[in-house]
């Protein structure tokens, strides 16, 4: 073949359209009850955006960037994630004045691009639906986006999940958790990965969410940042945790986690799931938590904002896994042509039909009468028109009704009539 796609991405094609369809609706009327309202930014911007959110020690920043100059010499770069671009365009269209709701609050939905090793699960084009709320450090917010997060993956019928939360505290908190990691791994610095010797120097927080198996042992014993919370970071975390009690939503403090963008503080979370759908490997679909500094790293006012992103192939497989392939929706009407002047003729009749709102396909192969009839079949047709000569002579549709084999002849200008006759006497009998 001469041309394949790029790796690391899909063909997304209509059958499975339809389900991401369902799905991005169904999340848009969970987004709707909760107030969020639809944001949609760049796929690209400067790469410094990017690299000064998401931190220089990131996997994104030192590994993943899709990033080029364009033919005007500006660095530039696909976007590995949503929040930066959205925080951009809150600071940017100052979202943040008295005229705009607090918290201000948007969700988007779209690809996403970094180059990483393909993998089940992980792609170089993939799709996330994530949201943020910005100008509220209230720890009710971390709780309540949590709980759409939940609502979301319940909406699209995933239930087994597994929540994990931690807390990054504030600056207080990291610089004397940093301090401790440093003293921790120092004197084991040989026993590291290269990659995580480089973040002992530049991050010693990066070490924690090491893939990397040389890491695992120390990484497991290290200290953890639970017991270098400042009250008031500890104070903000237990709300989220009563709150989440109160929600009745189960979860778990897990202190080694970090998550992989350095903007993060205070609250950080996980949706996990396993299933047969991931080879019952357990995978993470949701993740996010607070990011109170970047507004202003951004350039805006010191504003707070909260958030997540949900991996939408992982969250596919999920869905498709859980229930059983839909049968095809069926096709309204077929129009079966008997001559070349028929033909014509059913061009015409198929788009008035259209306009009254019914589905409408007819031939356009040649091909015989009886294969059209087959064609009917296979496409689950519920009416079928015959156009023939007697038909043209009379300006007249045959129409039967597939179901009952009932067959009338109607004139064409009576037909949209007609179908709206048969479809209410169709919904009244329940079919
Ligand atoms: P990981 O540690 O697995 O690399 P991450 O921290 O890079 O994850 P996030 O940046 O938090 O992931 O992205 C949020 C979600 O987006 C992930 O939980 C996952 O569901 C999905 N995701 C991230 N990277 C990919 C990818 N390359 N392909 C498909 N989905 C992805
Ligand atoms: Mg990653």
């Known amino acids: ?51 000064r959110s998401s931190g220089d020690t990131s996997d994104i920043v030192t590994k993943e960037m899709y990033d080029f ?33 607090k918290p201000y609050r948007v969700y988007y939905m779209g690809p996403m691009f970094r180059y990483e090793r393909p993998q089940s699960g992980r792609q170089r084009e993939f799709h996330q639906i994530g949201v943020e709320a910005f100008g509220s450090d209230s720890p009710l917010l971390d709780a309540e986006t949590i709980q759409l997060g939940v609502d979301l993956l319940h909406s699209v019928g995933v239930h087994d999940l597994r929540l994990a939360i931690n807390t990054l505290g504030d600056p207080e908190t990291r610089q004397a958790y940093h301090q401790a990691l440093v003293d921790y791994f120092t004197p084991h610095k040989a026993e590291l990965s290269e990659d995580s010797q480089i973040r002992l120097a530049k991050n010693p927080l990066r070490i924690l969410d090491s893939k990397d198996p040389q890491d695992k042992p120390l990484v497991a014993d290290a200290p953890s940042i639970l017991d270098y919370l400042t009250p008031a970071a500890q104070a903000h975390f237990s709300v989220v945790k009563e709150s989440l009690d109160k929600l009745g939503i189960a979860y778990v403090v897990d202190p080694t986690m970090v998550r992989g963008l350095d903007y993060y503080n205070h609250t ?13 490997k357990e995978l993470t679909v949701l993740a996010g938590g607070r990011y109170d500094g970047l507004v202003e790293q951004v350039g ?44 014509a003729e059913a061009l015409v009749l198929a788009h008035a039909i259209r306009e009254a709102g019914y589905t409408v396909d007819m031939d356009f192969l040649n091909r015989k009468a009886k294969s059209q009839f087959k064609t009917a079949n296979r496409e689950n047709a519920q009416l079928v028109i015959t156009l023939g000569e007697d038909e043209l002579a009379h300006s007249a549709a045959s129409i039967k009704q597939m179901a009952t084999g009932q067959q009338i002849q109607v004139p064409f200008a009576e037909v949209t009539t007609e179908f709206h006759k048969i479809y209410q006497q169709l919904v009244e009998e329940g079919k």
Not at 73 to 99: D, F, Q, S
Not at 268 to 280: K, L, Q, R, V
């Open 69 to 101: 100059n364009d033919k005007g010499g500006r660095h530039m770069a696909l976007r590995p994630e949503g929040t930066a671009g959205v925080v951009r365009a809150y600071v940017e269209n100052k979202l943040y004045g008295p005229e705009f709701p």
């Open 300 to 343: 805006g006012p010191a504003l707070p904002g909260v958030g997540f992103g949900l991996g939408t192939e992982r969250l596919m497989l999920l869905v498709q896994h859980n229930r059983p392939a839909e049968e095809a929706a069926p096709l309204n009407v077929y129009i079966a042509s008997l001559s070349e002047p028929a033909g």
């Open 268 to 280: 950080i979370f996980e949706i996990m799931t396993t299933s047969p759908a991931f080879g019952n």
């Open 1 to 51: 073949m001469k041309y394949q796609k790029p790796k690391g991405t899909a063909d997304i094609l209509p059958q499975e359209a339809q389900l991401w369809d369902e799905v991005e609706a169904k999340s848009r009327e969970v987004f709707r009850r909760y107030r969020y309202g639809e944001i949609r930014v760049p796929l690209f911007e400067s790469y410094d955006l990017y690299a």
